[in-house]
């Protein structure tokens, strides 16, 4: 089983449609750990919605919190005892694309994070960003800290508009492969996801 784990520079930056387009590339499965927040869909429920291939299973989660909140939090407003030790990853023979919540610091209870599960599953990441004002500095804590971790990186893809001079900056200093980029759109649906999906066929061997 491949293994390959979408994180991203914060909350809100595409890891759900770049988890589409990846599972819809490769034909592979998707899990989603954790989900925090159900209003108006689940992660689970828009990746089902946006891919078309019948080759993929779509995995349930291990944790779904009601509120869209860090899952820490919304574990103990609920109740939920959240470890690492009760995630375990679903059996398949295909590549499973992993989303995670957050970002790699997004605190699961009070002393592990969503780096330390992408450490627990052994699994392979592929670093979502997105050009803002701040977000040089959140990619290179994110890039970082993956490091320092010893985490096989297979890549960045950027999501929304170009700014090449962050980009540059970015993939000089991490050393970090480009895997594609998927530009700023009014909406996606099935088709702009397939559209995606053939440009990232071979991006990721």
Not at 40 to 53: A, C, F, H, W
Not at 122 to 135: F, P
Request: glycine share 6%; with cysteine; proline share 3%.
């Amino acid at each position: 089983m491949r293994k390959i784990f979408v994180t991203a520079i914060g909350t809100d930056v595409g890891k759900t449609i770049v988890s589409s387009v990846l599972v819809e590339a490769l034909k592979a499965d998707y899990w989603k750990p954790i989900q925090a927040g159900l209003i108006p869909e689940t992660d689970t429920q828009v990746v089902k919605r946006l891919i078309s291939n019948s080759q993929s299973k779509i995995h349930p989660e291990a944790f779904v919190l009601k509120n869209a909140m860090s899952p820490h939090a919304a574990a103990a407003l609920e109740n939920v005892e959240l470890t690492i030790d009760k995630i375990k990853i679903p059996e398949t023979n295909n590549t499973i694309i992993i989303e995670g919540a957050g970002g790699l610091m997004v605190p699961l209870n009070e002393k592990e994070m969503v780096v330390d599960l992408i450490k627990k599953l052994d699994a392979d990441v592929v670093l979502v960003i997105q050009n803002y004002l701040g977000s040089i500095n959140h990619t290179l804590l994110s890039i970082e800290l993956l490091k320092q971790k010893g985490v096989k990186v297979l890549g960045i893809i950027i999501n929304g508009e170009k700014n090449s001079a962050s980009e540059e900056l970015i993939l000089n200093y991490s050393g970090f492969k480009l895997l594609g980029r998927l530009n700023k759109e009014t909406s996606f649906d099935k088709d702009v996801v397939l559209k995606y999906a053939k440009a990232f066929e071979n991006c990721l061997e």
